[in-house]
């Protein structure tokens, strides 16, 4: 059987249903009907161009049901209780080191955003009480979605649960993690003016991770730094990388995520990252894709929030997966840049013409980009750096 491409199946499909229709002998004027002409070509090159892109496997038609999600898509049960309770207790500590507060005064303030964040988000919650089941395994009833999507809501019983002071449950950190995010928010970025903003998220996002490295990070066994002074022809990324993969294997453990798998940069080739030309002083990248992250939803919720209020921006609570690792390359000195982005975890991928459900773009992925060296960049096209 010969394969059709995409013009050739066009131009059948348009002979099957009539590429123009003929107007009617009563139609009032040539430009109505031209325009009716155009209008009716559109929608039939529409419709058309749809089912090709069925028939090529380009997209997974809206109303196919995706099969079941990865098992390691959900977030792990459990939390490690003592590295849950410092990784939501430095957030704070840095937070009104950087702002010029006190972590009490931030502490004092986290019950009322906890209420906020489940009177904002309750109707995104999943019915089932937290100390009678896993959070997780209560999505898979009827009419709810599937394990493994990310938790954009919260229930009312998390408000008691977290007065508890136990967050080694995931759902119950996540929310945590939630509420504190828009404490310090208020304290790093509401009602500051956009220079001062950017100055005090900088001292956030360094001080959170140079705090990770040296508390509850402290035991990963990390590659030596270079010597001071020895230039990057000297130096070895990969150990860098090998470095990144140490923190996180020390989070996965923790029970922070399910797993993680470092990716080949788009662009590439086979390659994961270009060693070579970043010793010559140029740019290279890699990334990580991060499955069962209990931070998504909330870190979801955190971006919505600062795509439509402005308040916010730069702070969420999935730098707590990210400052650490700008931390470790920076002391390496390694100029980089990470950032998160959110992929679909569903087999195959939706239609795009379609509204698909931010519940399913549970997994992260992180980018890091190692910077090219200043005044590198003249010698070629793009300029300095």
């Not at 950087?98 to 906890?114: E, F, I």
């Not at 994961?272 to 939803?297: H, I, K, M, R």
């Amino acid at each position: 059987m010969q394969l059709l491409d995409r013009q050739a199946a066009l131009r059948l499909l348009a002979l099957g249903v009539g590429a123009v229709p003929r107007p009617a002998a009563s139609d009032a004027d040539l430009s109505s009907v031209v325009r009716r002409a155009v209008v009716r070509g559109a929608q039939i090159a529409d419709q058309a161009d749809s089912v090709w892109q069925q028939v090529a496997g380009e997209v997974v038609p809206a109303w196919q049901r995706p099969r079941a999600l990865p098992q390691a898509t959900v977030p792990p049960p459990l939390i490690d209780r003592d590295f849950a309770r410092v990784m939501l207790d430095l957030p704070l500590e840095v937070a009104a080191r950087c702002g010029g507060s006190t972590s009490a005064a931030l502490q004092a303030q986290v019950p009322n955003a906890r209420q906020d964040a489940v009177l904002l988000y309750k109707d995104g919650a999943a019915p089932t009480p937290l100390q009678n089941e896993p959070f997780y395994g209560a999505l898979s009833r009827a009419g709810e979605p599937p394990p493994g999507t990310a938790v954009r809501g919260f229930a009312p019983s998390l408000i008691a649960a977290a007065s508890a002071g136990d967050f080694s449950n995931s759902t119950l950190f996540g929310f945590e993690a939630y509420a504190r995010w828009r404490v310090l928010t208020a304290a790093l970025s509401d009602e500051r003016e956009p220079e001062e903003r950017r100055r005090l998220q900088r001292c956030f996002y360094q001080a959170m991770g140079d705090a990770m490295l040296d508390g509850p990070l402290r035991d990963v066994p990390l590659p030596e730094s270079p010597r001071p002074g020895v230039p990057r022809s000297g130096q070895s990324l990969q150990s860098a990388v090998d470095g990144c993969g140490r923190l996180l294997d020390a989070m996965r453990a923790k029970g922070l995520f399910s797993r993680y798998s470092l990716q080949t940069t788009l662009g590439s080739g086979s390659d994961l990252f270009d060693e070579g030309d970043w010793q010559d002083g140029g740019s290279t990248g890699w990334q990580y894709v991060v499955s069962g992250s209990a931070l998504v939803g909330g870190s979801q919720l955190a971006q919505d929030r600062t795509a439509a209020t402005g308040r916010g921006a730069g702070l969420y609570p999935g730098q707590l997966l990210t400052a650490p690792l700008s931390a470790f390359l920076r002391r390496r000195g390694v100029a980089a840049r990470l950032e998160e982005y959110f992929l679909d975890n569903r087999v195959g991928r939706p239609d795009p013409r379609t509204f698909s459900d931010p519940r399913y773009y549970s997994d992260v992925l992180l980018e890091v980009v190692a910077l090219e060296e200043p005044n590198v960049g003249s010698r070629s096209e793009g300029g300095n750096w």
